[in-house]
């Protein structure tokens, strides 16, 4: 059964530093990995999509890897500001019926502080 | 941009009663996801749907639970008889490819009583 674990489970950094969120899963045949920012009582923002085949993708500051093999993900910020400050879900997409589904980590919750 | 939009924003309904979130998923997408999330919990799967078919239902998708399309733009999920542990935040998704990038809606927060 596909298991994924976030660590750190929070993590508080200044503002202005690099940091990397990790995600890891315990089977490797996945098809694509989400990362997601969930805001206090909000829903779920897609912010980079990895397919399996991939090694990386970028937006603006962020940066996600993926080694599938070693079943691990990254998550990287570069210069955080506190608007960045929220609740990081990595997710992998796994076959289900007719089409795939996500499995989620429980989340880093990040604070970026001014 | 297009977006999944979901109502209520919050339902607050006594144990026991039926509820029934709706979903308006965004307009070309054909595969359709229901997850929830309690309070301090993972987001967990609870069913996916395409071609007016449940594709693959968790297995908290017990019989309390179903799914509908009723027409050609909402999706709906209702739950029969809620109990006091159904209180969690409920997210519709859709996607336009069977493996693809999913979209979430902002979530229903059903609060039973």
């Known amino acids: 059964k596909q298991e994924v674990t976030q660590i750190p489970a929070a993590l508080s950094v200044p503002e202005g530093e690099n940091l990397v969120l990790n995600c890891s899963f315990t089977d490797s045949a996945i098809y694509n990995l989400q990362w997601f920012r969930q805001d206090p009582g909000k829903g779920l923002t897609s912010l980079l999509l990895?397919?399996?085949?991939?090694r990386e993708q970028t937006s603006g500051r962020l940066n996600a890897s993926l080694d599938k093999s070693s079943g691990r993900s990254t998550l990287y910020i570069a210069a955080s500001q506190p608007g960045d400050s929220a609740t990081y879900l990595c997710a992998v997409t796994v076959w289900g019926g007719s089409q795939g589904n996500l499995i989620f980590g429980k989340g880093t919750k990040l604070s970026v502080k001014p | 941009e297009p977006e999944v939009t979901q109502t209520p924003s919050h339902q607050v309904t006594q144990m026991g009663q039926e509820v029934i979130l709706r979903c308006v998923p965004i307009s070309n997408h054909l595969y359709f996801y229901w997850y929830r999330q309690i309070l301090g919990q993972k987001v967990e799967f609870l069913v996916s749907?395409?071609?007016?078919?449940?594709?693959?239902k968790s297995e908290i998708f017990d019989d309390q639970f179903s799914v509908e399309r009723p027409d050609g733009s909402n999706f709906t999920l209702k739950i029969r008889s809620t109990k006091l542990e159904d209180s969690a935040m409920y997210f519709c998704a859709s996607s336009d490819v069977r493996i693809n990038e999913q979209y979430f809606g902002p979530g229903t927060r059903l609060t039973v009583t």
């Open positions: 990895i397919q399996s085949s991939q």
């Open positions: 749907f395409y071609n007016n078919e449940i594709s693959e």
